[in-house]
């Protein structure tokens, strides 16, 4: 257990400890402030997550931290020690809810072979999505696609295989690309 823990009913004890002027950490200058989490932030925080314990723990800790971090400019007495900490962790839990409501909610898979069944279909659905779109390039764009892309050569041996300059390459690849782009968005729409 680090230094300024210690356990009360089986709960740890924080001890902020701040000290001033550089001096010995055991000098008559070190003042220490107790923070009970389970007595004061553990059960408002509780409350505020509505019972979730993890996140409750994850505040009270984010909550200690930003006290320590800035312990030169709090003020020690007791009722307004206590008053700042639980303003923090109200605006911690407040952004938290806030970032809950923007963010889609995570869905749990039941098993991983399920997801990995799902990333094939996926995966063939886009090839057969592809291949289809190819079938519309002329037959210049689709070698130039079929070099780069599939066989994974580099633009300059790309136009070695072709026999091309290396611009006449990269501008086949982009008409290429942007009529793909286009074909696709048609199929998606049918």
Known sequence: ?????SLRYGVPTCE?????????????SEQRVQVRPRETLF???????GHDRQWTEDVVQETLIRAWQHSDTLNREPGMLRGCLLTV???IVIDGWRNQSARPQEAELESPENAETADQVDQSLSALAISEALRYLDSKYQAVIYETYLTGHTV???AVILGIPEGTVKSRLYAAMRTLRRSLGELGSR
């Open 156 to 158: 300059r041996e790309a």
């Open 1 to 5: 257990m680090a230094y300024g823990e």
């Open 16 to 28: 902020i400890l701040h000290r001033r002027g550089g001096r010995e950490p055991y000098g008559s």
């Open 89 to 91: 962790t109200k605006r």
């Open 43 to 49: 059960s408002q925080v509780l409350y505020l997550t």
